[in-house]
């Protein structure tokens, strides 16, 4: 304990430079955007490294349930190539290959949503603000709040984006917001989670109108320009009627397992631009 205290008086100087140079650039970089940026940016490229390692050894021994997901994938896809047009099977077909390997992108409804895949460093579950580390990033088109996919369902948004590294706002995060509705219906409301169970989210502002039972289907509507209509997110397990607001509060048991993701698909809107200057143009006349 006298060595610690002796060596903090015989360099308290030097100590103290080092402190106010750290509290210093602190300061510049919340009360800069630039730097706030570049920050962010260079702490993806660090932790990216840092998570890629850490994956590579974590999926080596997570290789047998990758597998078994790709196996019951094309399974699926066979049955969807059956009988099928050939726009289906060309889809399909791609599909076949295995994410890691896969770097094209994959075109759907005229070549409008383009799918990057990519492969997961890091996933929290377990915060209420959780967060998702991708081996992909600005070298690969990724691009901030494109949406982030499974096979099985939604992942949620790309948040920040370095050269080789993405970081994404998890459907697991109390801030994730978007839209959602029943699969039968054009009715549709507010996707969040509610901060405990990683294997279920809630379904809110449903009109009362809405004809819904346990077991329904609950997927995106496409009501933005981040998610294609149609991608799958859970089932109906149980709802109620909040009779002061006339709206549903429906809770739904995810299809993905949030917490065993090894890979994802990024979805590159095209249109995205034109949609938003659009919108931004309509809302300036108002």
């Known amino acids: 304990m006298q060595q610690i205290i002796n060596f903090l008086i ?26 706030k940026s570049k920050f962010i940016n260079s702490a993806n490229f660090l932790s990216g490294g840092i998570y890629e390692s850490v994956s590579g050894i974590q999926q080596y021994f997570n290789l047998k349930t990758y597998n078994q997901e790709l196996l019951e994938e094309n399974a ?11 726009s289906v099977i060309e889809l399909a077909a791609a599909e076949f290959d295995t994410l890691t390997a896969l770097r094209s992108t994959i075109a759907l409804s005229g070549n ?44 949620g948004v790309i948040d920040h984006v370095s050269p080789n590294y993405s970081t994404v706002l998890s459907l697991l995060n109390t801030s994730f917001l978007t839209n959602a509705k029943l699969k039968n219906a054009e009715h549709f409301g507010t996707l969040q989670w509610g901060g ?49 607001k006339n709206f549903y509060i429906i809770e739904i048991q995810l299809f993905n397992d949030m917490t065993n993701i090894g890979h ?23």
């Open 196 to 244: 405990r169970d990683p294997n279920r989210v809630q379904l809110l502002d449903v009109q009362q109108q809405a004809k819904i039972a346990v077991g329904d289907t609950i997927e995106t509507s496409g009501r933005s320009a981040i998610f294609p209509k149609g991608i799958p997110i859970g089932t109906i397990t149980s709802f109620k009627l909040e009779e002061s």
């Open 112 to 155: 409008q949503f383009h799918f990057i895949p990519a492969k997961v460093l890091n996933n929290s579950y377990a915060k209420s603000d959780n967060f998702i580390t991708l081996k992909a990033g600005l070298k690969d088109s990724v691009q901030r709040e494109m949406g982030v996919i499974t096979s099985k369902g939604i992942v």
């Open 264 to 286: 994802v698909y990024i979805i590159q809107n095209r249109d995205k631009p034109e949609i938003e200057q659009l919108e931004e143009t309509r809302t300036s006349e108002e």
């Open 10 to 35: 015989r360099y308290k100087h030097f100590l103290l430079f080092v402190f106010l140079l750290l509290l210093s650039l602190l300061f510049t970089i919340q009360s800069h955007s630039y730097h």
């Open 76 to 86: 699926r896809l066979r049955e969807m190539v059956r009988d099928q047009s050939p």
